[in-house]
């Protein structure tokens, strides 16, 4: 019974910044992953970034690779996502996603999502 709530979405020009917050019912020491989804409008979902919280490593989409950041402060429950020179191609609502199992597992718990609106 994981809840996660998103925030930090908002318009912002392209080259700019901006970071979202996942906020975790639960301790995250609890749950194998947490990751980041996003679906542009009209599109299918499509993958992120993923942090493995036992071995705190990290894994990126090829498209946002060297300007997304993933980290998580465990104390307060929550997951970052730090996105640097955004472009308009990464307007899209955004969702953090977890799963208690390891490898080979679904996501079991998501967020409701939060827009990012990249402008030229």
């Known amino acids: 019974q994981v809840q996660l709530v998103e925030s930090g979405g908002g318009l912002v020009q392209a080259g700019g910044s901006l970071r979202l917050s996942c906020q975790a019912s639960?301790?995250?020491?609890?749950?194998?992953?947490l990751a980041w989804f996003r679906q542009p409008p009209g599109k299918e979902r499509e993958f992120v970034g993923v942090?493995?919280?036992?071995?705190?490593?990290?894994d990126y989409a090829d498209s946002v690779k060297g300007r997304f950041t993933i980290s998580g402060d465990s104390a307060k429950n929550t997951l970052y996502l730090q996105m640097n020179n955004l472009k308009p191609e990464d307007t899209a609502v955004y969702y953090c996603?977890?799963?208690?199992?390891?490898?080979?597992?679904?996501?079991?718990?998501w967020g409701q999502g939060t827009q990012v609106t990249v402008s030229l």
């Open positions: 942090r493995r919280i036992a071995g705190r490593t990290t």
């Open positions: 996603a977890a799963k208690t199992r390891g490898i080979g597992s679904q996501y079991d718990y």
């Open positions: 639960t301790r995250v020491i609890s749950m194998y992953a």
